[in-house]
Structures are given as structure tokens and as C-alpha cells.
């Protein structure tokens, strides 16, 4: 049933997927300490989808009846966001709303604009140097068509923003994978190719990204102010757009 107009979700969920890789935790727990301090009245939990604890069904158990807004430390829409994490949040019987994923937004094409910057991208080209430079966007991947079109849009924006051509590619479940995707570049006479790691977490996938570079590969998002407040952006779209469901 719906509840009250009145209803005004008291805490965030943060809801990651997990790895294997103990850096992911930690770099979570650091975009989690970062919102805290942005938002010190605002209660800031995180769940896993798999893999690390506590996962997001255990989360939601310890909030009992507290309302929650769940944001998706995810970057495009599949079947993470619409199915595991809905279905994780029925079987835990919360009170909860989803939030969107944080891509595509203009908030997470600075991030990645910036960690190009930290890898050693230049901040001015001349004209040759932008000619011969390009930019693989590496993505997780996912069979969900809305996947693809939402890194396809995150891919047009950061071209925008560098005056390059960005290509999205994939590790896993879609093509072209990012050394198909450095190669055609490279038989277009771009050889100077960066690949842009956009994925929220250190983990198998960015680590396979990065070593299929010939130049420099950023660092994944992490917990980048602007990763932060991207954030807090979506739960707000909550709270002034939606009106949560009791399960």
C-alpha cells in the first residue's frame, strides 16, 4: 500500500555489490563517511547485494520501521537495480523507496573527468596531441539494452568535456570489450588512448580494464566529493518526487 504523503524517508541506504577485493569495502565505507559528513543529521547505512556484509537485507532488518530511500552505487540501469535490489528490499519487508542509479549525471562526468586528470591526462591539448588522443570508457557491462544506453549517454558527456572521442566498452556481458574498443581506436590513428574506469570500486573488473591500456587508466570514482554529492542528488529526487511504498 502507499503511505501517507506526510512520509518523509529518515535514513540512506547505500547499496553496493560487493567484491572479493577488500579495497571495495573500504572505499565504500569512505564515500559513506564522506556523505555523513556532508549531511551530519541524515542516518547513512550500507548493504551489499552479494559478497560482503552486511548485505542489504540485513541492513534493512536493523531499521525495523525506519523508513529508507535506497541509492544504487551503481552506474546505469540492469538487472541489479531492477530486480536484485527491489527484490532483497521485498523479502526484508521495508519501508523503502529506489532511488536512481548514479549514471548517467553531469556529477559523475566531473568524477571521471578528474580521475583522468589524476592519471595524468592533460588539462590543455594542442590541436595535433587532440587529434591523435581518444578515451575508452570502461563499464562493467550488462545485458539490459538500458545498460548500454545509459554508459552510451555518460560516454557522449565526458567526450564533451575532453573535446575527444570517448568510446564505451565493457568487461563482461556486452561488447565491444575495452581492447576491442583501444584497438579500433588505435587503427583510426588515435594512439593516444586513456581508458576511463568507470566503475564506483578497485576489483577484478577495473583491474582487467586498466592493464588493457596503452597510455594511462584512471583510478575507479571512489569516494570523490563529487561522488558524494551525487549521492545525496538522488536521494533528494526521492524525497521531492516519489512517494514510497510500505511492504
Not at 89 to 118: M, Q, S
Not at 144 to 162: F, G, K, V, W
Not at 215 to 242: C, F, K, N
Amino acid at each position: 500500500m502507499t503511505v501517507s504523503h506526510l512520509f518523509r524517508p529518515e535514513s540512506l541506504v547505500l547499496v553496493a555489490h560487493g567484491s572479493r577485493d577488500p579495497r571495495a569495502l573500504e572505499t565504500v565505507r569512505a564515500l559513506r563517511d564522506r556523505i555523513r559528513e556532508l549531511r551530519p543529521g541524515l542516518c547513512v547505512r550500507l548493504g551489499h547485494i552479494e559478497l560482503n556484509e552486511p548485505l542489504l537485507t540485513d541492513t534493512l532488518t536493523t531499521l525495523g520501521d525506519t523508513p529508507a530511500v535506497l541509492v544504487p552505487l551503481l552506474l546505469s540501469r540492469g538487472y541489479h537495480v531492477k530486480h536484485d535490489i527491489p527484490t532483497m528490499a521485498a523479502t526484508a519487508r521495508a519501508r523503502t523507496h529506489l532511488a536512481a542509479p548514479l549514471g548517467p549525471h553531469p556529477l559523475l562526468v566531473e568524477t571521471l573527468y578528474d580521475r583522468l586528470l589524476e592519471a595524468g591526462w592533460p588539462p590543455a591539448m594542442d590541436a595535433a596531441t587532440r587529434r591523435a588522443s581518444a578515451v575508452v570508457l570502461a563499464a562493467a557491462g550488462s545485458r539490459d539494452p538500458d545498460s548500454a544506453t545509459d554508459t552510451r549517454r555518460t560516454a557522449r558527456a565526458l567526450a564533451d568535456r575532453l573535446g575527444v572521442p570517448v568510446v564505451p566498452a565493457y568487461a563482461s556481458a556486452a561488447t565491444p570489450t575495452v581492447p576491442t574498443a583501444v584497438r579500433a581506436l588505435t587503427a583510426r590513428g588515435r594512439h593516444r588512448v586513456a581508458i576511463a574506469s568507470c566503475f564506483t570500486a578497485p576489483g577484478r573488473f577495473p583491474a582487467q580494464c586498466a592493464r588493457a591500456a596503452p597510455w594511462i587508466a584512471s583510478d575507479p570514482l571512489g569516494a570523490h566529493p563529487a561522488m558524494a554529492r551525487l549521492v545525496l542528488q538522488r536521494y533528494e529526487e526521492v524525497l521531492t518526487t516519489r512517494q514510497p511504498q510500505a511492504a
